[in-house]
């Protein structure tokens, strides 16, 4: 089962132990955490939208990468010296995916917009949720997805299909997010391996942020965009995904963020007066539900802790 995701532009994977049901103050407080974490992640989108125009998705993504980096080395104060050859490739690993995973995604949202992108992004978490599994509601849940894809993704003359594969390449990307992060959870305690990853991901971009920027002169509205977009994607999620996770049990979790892609639709309508058509809106239902379903019918198995954000 899928342990923990958060998508939009920031994402958050890792697990809890899901014993015992808690107090209601405390489910309540975690919902509103849950709520805020995932309109933050898509505000935080929207607002990095605004500054394409100016200096490109590019640009926007190396500071979002800058800004994460920060947080996460504060958050998880990683000793890279100490860190072995089997700890230092998955780190790596992930590290490769963070620059790649947001890339695609904003580039994907540039083009074929917000709701759209984070919908066929969530393909990747639902993947992982639902790969070797051989129960029949599964297969379904499956099926469901895959024909609602293709209703997204039909043909027609405005239909931009590398902004589709963009999207779609951010799934890979998440799904492989969320393998290699279990894997750095193992070898790595609390954040570090994380926070190895972000640094390592923020370094990356430093060369080809700096390039974009001079290609792209920013303005004090983009850059604050930008770093904008850092913080609602990176550091609001992070804290809030943390402390809800103390308050609801993984697999609530699980189910909650599968709002994301609403969330993502809803204000790409407000924001940036993205609209989506019906039928693209039922294939968004779809899906959503696939991942609500494929979750809620999954039996939670106990884990240790490991909770990390890119």
Request: glycine residues 10%; contains cysteine; charged residues 10%.
């Amino acid at each position: 089962m899928l342990k923990i995701s958060h998508d939009g532009a920031g994402h958050t994977s890792g697990a809890v132990h899901d014993g015992g049901t808690g107090r209601d103050g405390k489910r309540l407080a975690g919902v509103a955490l849950m709520l805020g974490s995932g309109l933050s992640t898509q505000a935080g989108a929207s607002v990095a939208a605004l500054a394409f125009p100016v200096i490109g998705p590019v640009a926007v993504v190396a500071v979002r990468q800058w800004v994460a980096a920060a947080v996460l080395w504060a958050a998880g104060r990683p000793r890279p010296r100490s860190f072995t050859a089997a700890q230092w490739r998955p780190v790596l690993g992930l590290a490769l995916v963070f620059a790649v995973m947001n890339l695609s995604l904003y580039t994907a949202i540039d083009r074929v917009g917000l709701g759209l992108a984070v919908t066929l992004e969530f393909l990747g978490p639902l993947t992982v949720a639902l790969a070797g599994s051989r129960r029949r509601i599964d297969a379904w849940c499956a099926v469901a997805a895959a024909a609602a894809v293709v209703v997204l993704a039909r043909p027609s003359p405005s239909t931009d299909y590398p902004g589709i594969a963009l999207a779609l390449l951010a799934a890979v990307c998440w799904a492989g997010y969320i393998l290699l992060n279990r894997i750095v959870g193992l070898r790595l305690p609390g954040l570090e391996g994380s926070a190895a990853a972000a640094a390592v991901s923020g370094a990356l971009y430093l060369p080809v942020g700096v390039l974009a920027l001079r290609l792209h002169p920013p303005t004090a509205a983009s850059i604050t965009c930008a770093l904008a977009a850092g913080v609602l994607s990176s550091a609001v999620p992070f804290l809030a995904d943390l402390l809800a996770l103390r308050r609801v049990p993984t697999h609530f979790f699980g189910v909650f963020m599968s709002v994301n892609p609403l969330f993502a639709a809803l204000i790409g309508l407000a924001v940036l007066g993205q609209h989506l058509d019906a039928t693209a809106w039922l294939a968004m239902l779809v899906i959503v539900g696939a991942n609500t379903v494929a979750v809620t019918t999954t039996r939670p198995a106990p884990t240790t802790d490991s909770r990390s954000t890119s």
